[in-house]
């Protein structure tokens, strides 16, 4: 669940509830606290999983244990599930599922790999391992590279993967707002955060604030949609106010409308443009 933020420093919280569970309480968006989580069986339809009302009252009344301000399921303005597959390891609750993950590789006809398990934070390491296992069926004798490599947007200090771009990313911030000055710094601390050295590519030929295109929304320039669409796979307002950024948050509910009404105009502009809009 997401709420205004309980408290003013960038630093997260953990804790241990009498229960067991661990939960934690993140920084988020600057204006927000992120709580979470909780752990069910799902046996529903995966496109329509959601909080329900009593995981809701459970975080509250965890997180108003440890924090001076009582939370109730009011204050929470947004909240977001997922489903993931746990390794069957015969424990007694889904907290305690191993997050480890198996493989299992049939050669019975065409190879098929069947990849159990695995979380979000090992998926680089999963992906290696699953590679490994199935470049020999397909004649590939590289190596393993991606230990060595940044995510788009990461090389800030270099091509591979560095602890100066977390202990001098404030320094990147200030960099960019003195090459970018005609940009609000807000606006460039936001776009420097979501796409670290691509923010070039989101502002190449641009020098005033005139070339961002239509402000579609406060903070949400043409520019930036033309980007999400044409290399980010953005296809509509959900993709870009949620799933590229978390940018629903802050503007009006009405402002997926807006967007996807600006996407279908310009849509209707380049019908057969690959990004469907116009590049400025």
């Known amino acids: 669940i997401v709420v205004k933020k309980l408290y003013d420093h960038p630093y997260a919280y953990i804790f ?17 606290t992120l709580i979470g989580t909780t752990d069910h069986d799902y046996h529903g339809d995966t496109d329509t999983v959601a909080i329900d009302a009593e995981e809701i009252s459970y975080l509250c009344e965890l997180t ?11 204050d929470v303005v947004w909240s977001y599930s ?4 746990l390794v069957e390891d015969d424990a007694s609750d889904a ?32 992906a290696e391992e699953a ?18 490599a940044c995510l788009p947007g990461g090389d800030l200090f270099g ?41 070039g590519m ?40 949620w799933r590229r950024s978390k940018l629903g948050l802050h503007l009006a509910p009405d402002t997926e409308q807006k967007l996807n009404s600006w996407i279908a105009a310009h849509r209707a502009e380049r019908p057969h443009a690959r990004s469907a809009v116009a590049d400025k």
Not at 22 to 32: C, L, Q
Not at 101 to 107: A, N, Q, S, T, V
Not at 135 to 145: T, V
């Open 95 to 126: 907290a305690a599922v191993t997050r480890d993950y198996r493989f299992e590789l049939e050669h019975d006809g065409a190879p098929m790999l069947s990849v159990f398990g695995g979380k979000i934070t090992t998926f680089r390491k999963l």
């Open 16 to 32: 241990q509830h009498p229960d067991g569970r661990v939960v934690f309480a993140i920084p988020f968006e600057e204006e927000f």
């Open 202 to 241: 989101l502002l190449a030929g641009r020098v005033c604030i005139g070339d961002m295109g239509q402000e579609i929304a406060p903070g949400l320039f043409a520019a930036e949609v033309i980007y999400l669409i044409r290399h980010e796979w953005a296809a509509d307002a959900r993709d870009i106010l």
């Open 82 to 85: 997922g489903v993931r597959p």
């Open 159 to 199: 091509p591979r993967p560095a602890n100066r771009a977390v202990l001098e990313f404030d320094q990147y911030v200030q960099h960019q707002q003195q090459t970018y000055p005609w940009l609000p710094p807000k606006l460039v601390t936001r776009y420097a955060r979501a796409y670290g050295t691509r923010i």
């Open 64 to 74: 108003s244990r440890y924090f001076r301000k009582m939370i109730v399921p009011a």
């Open 131 to 148: 590679v490994d296992m199935v470049a020999p069926a397909l004649s590939n004798r590289h190596g393993r590279w991606t230990v060595d």
